[in-house]
């Protein structure tokens, strides 16, 4: 029976996994915990491998792929393996409340009035500006999406398009498309009959869903040509088009996603960690990453650094004028109070 | 006199022959067990901690009573029907001011939140406000949250005022267990585990079915060709059982989209004008499913089938059986422990799917280790998590008797 042992394994593994993560770690050098892939390879070349190089000190890497479990695992066993990890808003409040991270003195970093808004929170400083965002492929589409509104309108634009498999995200362009203000979107949603609006908007393109896991199939798909529109993040997209791939973004109600550095309180890397986030935030460093891999950065006087075509690409300025953005209060709230619900109803409607 | 003596000497003598030989024997016992101790020692690392602690997880519910201990205690005698009065009002506001400064608050507020949505933001406002509260404490809290005027909210305390729960267990078969110990179907948009575990079952069979009907020819194949020949066989059997299941997982993406190679090639033969779907729905699950899990078809019915000595077959020719009685009769019943190895094998493996229905299948084709793996790394939510592999746990528990009684207990040989 040695196999199905192994199966069974394979079903708590996820938890075991978890646990071990957290595998005893005693005194080590300033650890650094980013989502790994390219992403990570260009902010090693820009910011950890140069600030462990001023510094003389060693600068250790990991990779961290959200979620609660590991720092669930942290929080049981008292074990600190990073210093400063790259978390997303509902993780930051969440280790904010629960007192795992660090809430930050300001005037070790740098005056909060030099970041943008969706960049500063009590325990966060923002890393980098990402949207979600409506692309399609010029060569495919049979019409160009104007609007939020035509992403849902089967007559107008018909074919396949991809979307997250996320309720988060998901349910707020589906209100947005059916004309709820940008400011209302929660409020609308915390009602029941508004929740069953954004389900009733979905179902209205269900047929036609297709829909995706890892950030990197959206482009794929309009690259191939399996569907005619795709949310996607704004990078993947513009990495595609640096392959020479011509896709283009509708910036009409994007979402916008700030993740943030935190640091772990307790952790014997607490100095080094607020002079990481200082050397991290200058205008310069931050441009200079922006123009190698497109996504928005916290400090204001970054853009002014950043070359014409990767602004084009990128959530700032106009772009985000009526864009959500998910660190805001009522959206935090709104997901931890009702994630685990809408997980159900979500989960139960897609198999439907 | 004298005898005493020659007596008890050979009393004695007997006592430490009996003793030594008890020791020695002792000595060998323990070398015996030393030598088990390492095997002993991974089971209940590898096999009896992990099972045992994901059990725990499943029933275990410490939150409420370590967290709001007051409250707890001041509900115990509360009747359920209507609002609680002012002495529970001051428990629960002294359990919110004491949580919210050392930080367990948000802990048990989202373990409430798992039962009522909107539970957290509720008892964590009131926690922010809890130091600056003055009695009345009924009214400053109402003041605070109206929410505090309605009896789901002490219900649903009440109803985890016990170190247990049978709430995740009773969860993850679609049933919703009441604060007052009853328990209810869940909501119709709630019940999703049942079916999922139905499609899981269901997905598995038709796998090893499948399997089953391509291996078996496989297996017979290499197990009657020229020994070079079976060789080059076996190896085409096992390349791709050694090449990451990711990556494989990942070819098949490639091979069945929608410009894909059996797209293009069907296309470019003129067999279809547009496209098939073969991905993203159940057919791509099956397809690549199929494929990974093949070897482990092939291989214990090839060890089986290489011991079926080949004079079987021919005395029963010889005994004037047609090819396919013969078969039926005498080759297939004698494969039947292979069979079974090989069908428990693909069958338990593909239950615990993940990564390839994700990647390949559509909406409705997720089986249950998606909802786990999304419970145990996103939410962290590992009652739920465990509860729900209690269940798959318990349906391979009730497989394993079963194969038992087709192929005995030494029916699977490996290689």
């Known amino acids: 029976m040695t196999m199905s042992k192994t199966t069974l394994r394979l079903a708590v593994a996820a938890g075991l996994a978890g646990l071990m993560a957290a595998g005893a770690v005693q005194a080590r050098d300033f650890t650094i915990s980013s989502w790994g892939g390219g992403y990570q390879d260009s902010q090693r070349k820009h910011f950890f491998k140069p600030f462990g190089d001023s510094k003389g000190i060693k600068v250790l890497e990991d990779t961290y792929l959200g979620g609660w479990a590991q720092f669930k695992a942290m929080q049981e066993t008292g074990n600190r393996p990073w210093d400063v990890v790259q978390v997303e808003n509902s993780e930051l409040i969440r280790g904010c409340e629960e007192g795992l991270f660090v809430k930050l003195d300001w005037s070790r970093i740098g005056p909060k009035s030099s970041y943008i808004e969706p960049a500063v929170s009590e325990c966060g400083l923002g890393v980098v500006v990402v949207s979600q965002l409506v692309a399609w492929n010029p060569k495919n589409a049979k019409a160009q999406p104007n609007g939020i509104a035509d992403f849902f309108d089967l007559a107008k634009i018909p ?71 795709s949310t996607a993040y704004n990078g993947r997209i513009a990495k595609a088009n640096k392959d020479g791939h011509g896709l283009k973004m509708m910036w009409q109600n994007n979402i916008l996603y700030v993740d943030k550095w935190v640091i772990f309180k307790g952790s014997e890397h607490v100095d080094t960690g607020y002079e990481f986030l200082k050397y991290f935030s200058d205008p310069k460093r931050e441009a200079a990453f922006t123009n190698d891999y497109t996504y928005g950065q916290p400090n204001r006087e970054a853009v002014k650094y950043i070359t014409p075509e990767v602004m084009a690409a990128l959530p700032a300025g106009d772009h985000i004028k009526d864009a959500l953005d998910t660190g805001r209060e009522d959206s935090v709230e709104f997901w931890l109070d009702n994630s685990d619900e809408i997980f159900e109803r979500w989960t139960a409607w897609k198999a439907k | 006199m004298t005898i005493a003596p020659v007596a008890d000497d050979a009393l004695t003598g007997t006592t430490t022959l009996r003793l030594r030989l008890r020791r020695s024997e002792r000595r060998r016992r323990l070398r015996a067990y030393a030598l088990m101790a390492p095997l002993v020692l991974f089971l209940v690392a590898f096999f009896a901690v992990p099972i045992g602690s994901v059990l725990y997880f499943s029933v275990a519910n410490p939150e409420v009573v370590t967290m709001l201990p007051r409250v707890t205690a001041a509900l115990r005698d509360w009747d359920g029907e209507t609002i609680p009065d002012e002495a529970v009002f001051a428990a629960l506001i002294e359990d919110a001011r004491v949580g919210y400064a050392d930080r367990t608050l948000p802990k048990v507020s989202l373990r409430l939140n798992y039962e009522v949505s909107g539970f957290r933001s509720l008892l964590m406002r009131t926690g922010r406000k809890a130091k600056r509260m003055k009695p009345p404490y009924k009214e400053a809290a109402l003041a605070r949250d109206e929410r505090w005027g309605e009896l789901i909210y002490w219900r649903t305390l009440k109803g985890n005022g016990a170190p247990v729960t049978a709430h995740y267990l009773l969860q993850a078969v679609d049933l919703d267990l009441q604060w007052d110990g009853s328990v209810q179907r869940a909501r119709p948009e709630q019940r999703i585990y049942i079916q999922n575990l139905l499609r899981t079952l269901w997905i598995a069979f038709v796998v090893t079915l499948a399997c089953f009907l391509l291996g078996y020819p496989v297996a017979y194949m290499i197990a009657n060709a020229p020994p070079r020949l079976a060789k080059v066989l076996i190896l085409m059997v096992l390349l791709p059982f050694w090449t990451s299941l990711l990556v494989r997982t ?19 033969l003129g067999l279809v004008e547009e496209p098939l779907a073969l991905i993203f729905n159940r057919t791509g699950v099956y397809i690549s499913m199929t494929h990974i899990l093949l070897p482990f078809m092939i291989l214990p019915l090839y060890s089986v089938m290489k011991g079926i000595p080949p004079e ?59 909802l786990i793996a999304e419970f145990a790394t996103n939410t962290a939510n590992w009652g739920l998590a465990g509860a729900l592999a209690i269940v798959l746990l318990a349906c391979i528990a009730v497989l394993y008797p079963l194969y038992h009684r087709f192929a005995g207990a030494g029916g699977m040989k490996l290689g």
């Not at chain 1, 004309?179 to 609308?188: E, H, L, R």
């Not at chain 2, 091979?255 to 069907?266: E, R, S």
């Not at chain 2, 069908?343 to 593909?350: D, F, Q, R």
Request: aromatic letters at 10%.
């Open chain 2, 250 to 268: 990942a070819a098949w993406v490639i091979v069945l989209q929608k410009a894909g190679i059996v797209n293009d090639a069907l296309i470019g």
């Open chain 1, 159 to 229: 074919g396949k398009r991809g979307v997250r498999s996320d309720p988060k995200g998901t349910l707020e362009f589906a209100l947005m498309a059916d004309g709820v203000d940008v400011k209302d979107v929660y409020k609308v949603m915390n009602t029941k009959a508004g929740l069953d609006r954004a389900f009733a908007k979905l179902d209205t393109i269900k047929s036609q869903i297709q829909w995706w896991e890892a950030g990197a199939q959206a482009p794929e798909w309009l690259v191939s040509g399996d569907v005619v529109m």
């Open chain 2, 312 to 370: 079987h077959m021919r005395a029963a020719a010889s005994l004037g059986a047609a090819p396919a009685r013969a078969f039926l009769r005498v080759y297939f019943p004698q494969t039947l422990p292979g069979l079974a190895a090989g069908c428990l094998l693909v069958y338990v493996i593909a239950l615990g799917f993940y990564i390839t229905p994700a990647l390949i299948g559509g909406g409705s084709d997720q089986m249950l280790a998606y």
